[in-house]
């Protein structure tokens, strides 16, 4: 069997302390079955040639995780500037937050094709590498310059924008032709699909292929929607277990009969946290009756500190929840509770299943997995109501739920108290539905059916049409 090298800028190391995102929740079902060797960033910087250039290695359950140190510069101008302030947004389609410099770009692609010089002696001839997201764009093209003909997949997390909106990077068209190395592309929905193959077939010149592909020169690719699961069995265990724990009983009391609503997320520009606030101030304000009847609780774990955008977002969520509760508030309630700090995955599952109303509105996002944590969450017999962007990946899969425009403050008010007002038959159907969407899937099986998909496209494209 070829062995499985994964590729991601962060390496989600058990027990390492490493920051668990949504890609390393996903990716760890996958390698901990199969085994393999699972390479990138340290999370540290370092001057050192050797912490730079010679990966640390660590033994864990079968699976080599391999990490270099990225110095000082690369953190600030491949990851704080050129993926986070440039390549993030673009692929949001955000471009008021968007970013660009040349040594940025530049340090990007630098960055990549060191860390394809670091991996390169890892390699074996059999091996099936898969890598991921919006860091490392450039990396498939950097191993096949460097003779690498393995079978090479990449996935991205994030959404793909329209070609317009693509074109807005200078290089877009190298962008694509890099991906274009990769033998199988991945996405998180159709729609993303389809905006890369419109932007590979009108920026970078690909032809379109009958069954979903392309075709570049004398190269076919396979490009396909695997939208991210969770395991939903194993979120609704803990969340039934977590929802009789002591702290969800603290939150429980300290609510006194209130409906909660929840909002969990990393503090980011992306997630839609200034038009929620303003969605929650309009429910309070249009409908006075709710007052004291409910309270938001927002957790916004602080992230990428080091990007402007981050730093003006967290001033102004502080401002705006200190404005809600002094405007709004009452001597005995507080509507807004806002915690910038992480919080234990047990405690978001049993605050989850806690909460009436699940908030989940991001501007934009790749697939969204707090949405369908939280249907998982919920108590059968009497749910709560997700309230979700349509604008998220997972709204494809969670048609049920109350889908919102993200930047309407008023539909999201008109939501919320659609919601608080829903009886039980309703919210039991509506859960219904969204629990039979993704009760089946599993973060497991998302990655096996892409490493199936990827041994076929290798076996479909002959190795003298790879570069
Ligand atoms: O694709 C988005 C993603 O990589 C997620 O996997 C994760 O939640 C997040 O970004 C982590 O961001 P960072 O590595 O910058 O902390």
């Not at 050129?82 to 410099?101: G, I, K, R, V």
């Not at 396909?224 to 194993?234: K, R, S, T, Y």
């Not at 927002?298 to 929840?321: F, K, P, T």
Request: with cysteine.
């Amino acid at each position: 069997m070829s062995r499985l090298v994964v590729v991601s800028n962060r390496v989600s190391i058990p027990s390492g302390g490493a920051k668990a995102g949504g890609l390393a929740v996903a990716l760890n079902a996958l390698m901990e079955r199969q085994g393999g060797l699972w390479f990138g960033w340290s999370g540290k910087t370092s001057n050192d040639a050797k912490s730079i250039g010679t990966p640390v290695m660590v033994e864990h359950n079968g699976v080599d995780y391999a990490t270099v140190d990225l110095t000082p510069d690369e953190l600030e101008y491949y990851y704080n500037h050129f993926s986070n302030a440039t390549l993030w947004p673009l692929m949001h389609s955000l471009p008021e937050q968007m970013n660009f410099d040349r040594r940025s770009l530049q340090t990007y692609r630098g960055v990549n094709v060191r860390l394809a010089e670091v991996l390169l002696p890892m390699l074996r001839p059999t091996d099936t590498i898969w890598i991921h997201d919006y860091h490392l764009l450039a990396m498939a093209a950097a191993l096949r310059a460097r003779n690498i003909s393995c079978p090479i997949g990449f996935f991205l997390h994030t959404p793909f924008p329209s070609p317009d909106m693509l074109s807005s990077i200078p290089e877009a068209a190298l962008f694509i032709r890099d991906m274009l190395s990769a033998d199988l592309l991945g996405f998180q929905t159709n729609n993303d699909a389809e905006n890369f193959c419109a932007s590979a077939q009108r920026i970078a010149g690909a032809a379109r292929l009958a069954g979903g592909g392309l075709q570049l020169g004398s190269r076919q690719i396979r490009v396909g929607a695997f939208p991210v699961e969770i395991d939903p069995q194993e979120f609704a265990e803990t969340a039934e277990r977590c929802g009789e724990n002591a702290e969800t009983g603290r939150l429980r009391r300290s609510l006194d009969g209130q409906s909660l609503i929840l909002g969990v997320e990393r503090m980011d520009p992306t997630k839609g946290l200034r038009h929620r606030l303003a969605g929650f101030r309009r429910l309070l304000e249009s409908r006075p009756e709710w007052r004291r009847q409910t309270t938001l609780l927002q957790i916004a774990a602080e992230s990428r500190q080091d990007v402007d955008a981050y730093q003006y977002l967290r001033e102004d969520l502080e401002r705006a929840s200190g404005n809600i509760n002094a405007t709004l508030g009452e001597a005995d309630w507080t509507p807004l509770r806002l915690l910038t700090r992480g919080v234990s995955r047990d405690a978001i599952a049993g605050f989850m299943r806690e909460a009436r109303i699940g908030l989940v509105t991001p501007l934009r996002d790749g697939m969204n997995l707090v949405a369908k944590e939280y249907v998982a969450a919920q108590d059968p017999d009497d749910p709560g109501v997700l309230v979700l962007s349509k604008f998220a990946g997972a709204a494809r899969q969670l048609g049920a739920a109350i889908l919102v425009n993200p930047v309407d403050p008023d539909e999201i008010a008109d939501a919320l108290d659609t919601a608080l007002r829903m009886s039980r038959p309703e919210r039991q159907d509506r859960w219904q539905a969204c629990w039979e969407a993704i009760k089946d899937t599993s973060a497991l099986e998302w990655g096996r059916s892409f490493v199936q998909a990827l041994g076929r496209a290798g076996t479909e494209i002959p190795r003298s049409a790879r570069p």
